[in-house]
């Protein structure tokens, strides 16, 4: 299985080759998306003015989450959350909230989580991380 990053997603939106794909070549069921992604996303497009683009990006946005499958936010990635916030504090590296808790929905469900970013998930013990870029 597979979690998207919000910024695999925004590579989706964007309509990147390798990401587009290399979503093609899986499974729906295998690719999912966390609660905190949705958030991200619907944040940057609701703080953009009225334009075309806007309304491209929400197009695109209904498009690719209408596609995918959601991965809640239960007890597990709750317990993954307070584990990887206290091993990043422990290591003096710290990273938003929200991407902990992007990185915590993929150990909770030992999925890969696919990033464009897989330095900033590093420090991260007994995460899988990869890039489709």
Known sequence: MYVLDTNAVSALM????????????QSRRDV?????????????????????RKRLLRARWELISGELGRVAWDDAVSECFGSIKAELEHKGKLIEDIDIAIAAHAMAWDA???????????????????SWG
């Open 14 to 25: 964007r309509g990147e080759t390798a990401f587009v794909s290399r979503l093609k070549s």
């Open 112 to 130: 890969t989580l696919v990033s464009a970013n897989t330095k900033h998930f590093a420090g991260i013990d007994e995460i899988v991380v990869e």
């Open 32 to 52: 999912v998306l966390p609660q905190p992604v949705l958030a991200e996303i619907e944040f940057g497009i609701a703080r953009l003015p009225r334009s075309a």
